[in-house]
């Protein structure tokens, strides 16, 4: 059976409200889509090693 992580991310957590520049915007939510491939492949990677 499967375990909840111990602290999940907030779904659509990114650069914060006072950021206004659209360059920061750009680059903040990058960095979160960044960060959810990341945690989506590790698991993958675990599942699939786990069926040998």
Do not use: C, F, N
Not at 29 to 45: D, M, N, P, V
Request: net charge neutral.
């Amino acid at each position: 059976m499967r375990q909840a992580p111990e602290q999940a991310p907030a779904p659509l957590d990114g650069p914060g409200a006072d950021v206004s520049d659209a360059g920061e915007l750009l680059l903040g939510h990058l960095e979160w889509y960044r960060q959810a491939l990341l945690r989506k492949t590790s698991g993958l990677a675990t599942i699939s090693s786990g069926r040998r």
